[in-house]
């Protein structure tokens, strides 16, 4: 059974920052594409960061300069450090496992992050 269980969300005020963390279990961690996507209250969910199995990453243009993703294969858990985060950060951010088939396709449940004064 795959289980991707998301800590670390929170309230926080404008320039602070936070760090998501996301166990997983039931997966060969190390052969996934691990990716943090959020979803704001009336939006559709959106990329913010994926980082491949040999440590390659991608940001959403909004994020870069100010969110690092970085994963520690031997606790099977990927990470989010939000630096500078602004109000527009606010949302439900997930966590997302890909692996090399599309059945291979795993979320969390998703932990809400509030950014505001």
């Known amino acids: 059974q795959v289980q991707l269980v998301e800590s670390g969300g929170g309230l926080v005020q404008p320039g602070g920052s936070l760090r998501l963390s996301c166990a997983a279990s039931g997966i060969i961690f190390r052969f996934y594409v691990m990716g943090w996507y959020r979803q704001a209250p009336g939006e559709q969910r959106s990329l913010v960061a994926t980082?491949?199995?040999?440590?390659?990453?991608n940001y959403a243009d909004s994020v870069k300069g100010r969110f690092t993703i970085s994963r520690d294969n031997a606790k099977n858990t990927v990470y989010l450090q939000m630096n500078s985060l602004k109000p527009e950060d606010t949302a439900v951010y997930y966590c997302n496992a890909k692996g090399l088939t599309a059945a291979a396709d795993y979320w969390g449940q998703g932990t809400q992050v509030t950014v505001s004064s």
């Open positions: 980082i491949s199995s040999g440590g390659t990453t």
